[in-house]
């Protein structure tokens, strides 16, 4: 497993802009595809966006289709979420998760698919 902290959330306007980060510590974080979920208060954990460890290969909600951006820099052993253009359904706590993968090509979209996680961290959009 690897140790996952998230950073960059707050209080934003809509139709303003956030990058989250989420920095990992442990071994082979290359080898690990990555993702990003939020929770809103009384909902479920939903997914976001997924990256495949190669960063070949990214995927995202619909909801945050074309406004969200995630990434990666295996060599800082970090994710990122670039969130322009956000609304107030954007509200949640974001966060990231990790998973080994034995192919570059491979992201994964679903809660039971990550064994690590992050703290989370709070993003609050006002209207």
């Known amino acids: 497993q690897v140790q996952l902290v998230e950073s960059g959330g707050g209080l934003v306007q809509a139709g303003g802009s956030l990058r989250l980060s989420c920095a990992a510590s442990?071994?082979?974080?290359?080898?690990?595809?990555m993702g990003w979920f939020r929770q809103a208060p009384g909902k479920e954990r939903e997914f976001v966006a997924a990256?495949?460890?190669?960063?070949?290969?990214?995927h995202y909600a619909d909801s945050v289709k074309g406004r969200f951006t995630i990434s990666r820099d295996n060599a800082k052993n970090t994710v990122y979420l670039q969130m322009n253009s956000l609304k107030p359904e954007d509200t949640a706590v974001y966060y990231c998760?990790?998973?080994?993968?034995?192919?570059?090509?491979?992201?994964?979209?679903?809660?039971?698919?990550?064994?690590?996680w992050g703290q989370g961290t709070q993003v609050t959009v006002s209207s």
């Open positions: 998760a990790a998973e080994f993968a034995e192919s570059g090509r491979i992201w994964y979209g679903k809660v039971y698919e990550y064994d690590s």
């Open positions: 442990g071994r082979a974080f290359s080898s690990y595809a």
């Open positions: 990256i495949s460890w190669s960063a070949g290969n990214t």
